[in-house]
């Protein structure tokens, strides 16, 4: 009769430590998710208000220099090449008006020896190859040409800065991964349609 007693009690006290021993092992395991979520709330970078305006101020002072300091690198020669165009067009449009325009005042000075009072090969022809009315349409058009240039030029300067300015602002956004913005294409098989378009997925 004892030694049922010892064993009933042997057996309780090791089914209380089995269950206390599982009890601890839950929350053995519990303790490291919330250290691991603790861990990435406070390795999360701090959001810097400054940010942006420096970003939009180094590609004010020198372009691709905002997209520099955002670690954008490959963003530095679209930026430099867009721009180098706008000031290249620019150029020539200048040079071209310029050459109409010394034309054109020295017809009005009575000369008859500006360049295009020769062909290719510089002799002189009797009829000048553009019209002192082809030279005014000449001087109108290339003047036109280099304010569009020169708008182009400015438009795309301002675009350097806007992209440095909202590239550093992306750059501090927290991105969630259980938010996402997909492509989305589907084929209906019934009346051979299809369907494209974009789809907002949110997972709880």
């Known amino acids: 009769m004892l030694n049922k007693h010892l ?6 006290t090791f089914c209380c430590l089995f269950s206390f021993g599982q009890e601890g092992e839950e929350t053995k395991e519990e303790i490291p998710k919330v250290i691991a979520v603790d ?17 939009a101020f180094y590609s004010a002072l020198l372009p691709g220099l905002g997209q520099a300091y955002n670690k954008k690198y490959w963003k530095i020669p679209i930026v ?8 290249y067009f620019y150029v ?8 109409y325009r010394e034309a054109y005042k020295s017809r009005l000075a009575g000369f008859k020896n500006d360049e295009f009072y020769y062909d290719s090969n510089g002799n ?9 009315d082809g030279l005014i349409r000449g001087q109108e058009f290339y003047r036109r ?3 569009v240039s020169l708008l182009v030029t400015f438009g795309l300067y301002a675009l350097n800065i806007i992209d440095a300015n909202v590239d550093a602002h992306l750059m501090q956004f927290n991105v969630d991964e259980n938010l996402s913005l ?4 589907e084929f209906n ?11 907002l997925n949110f997972k709880f």
């Not at 861990?39 to 970003?55: E, G, M, Q, Y």
């Not at 020539?92 to 050459?99: P, Q, T």
């Not at 002189?124 to 002192?132: A, C, G, I, M, N």
């Not at 997909?182 to 294409?185: M, Q, V």
């Open 182 to 185: 997909a492509p989305h294409y």
């Open 39 to 55: 861990s990435i709330t406070t390795t999360r970078k701090p959001i810097n208000p400054l940010s942006p305006a420096k970003a």
């Open 92 to 99: 020539i449009n200048d040079k071209e008006y310029d050459r």
């Open 124 to 132: 002189l022809l009797e009829s000048p190859r553009v019209t002192t």
């Open 189 to 199: 098989e019934i009346d051979a349609s299809s369907n494209l378009g974009l789809t």
């Open 145 to 147: 040409n280099k304010q």
């Open 80 to 87: 430099w090449g867009a721009i180098g165009t706008g000031i």
């Open 7 to 12: 064993i009933a009690c042997l057996l309780t």
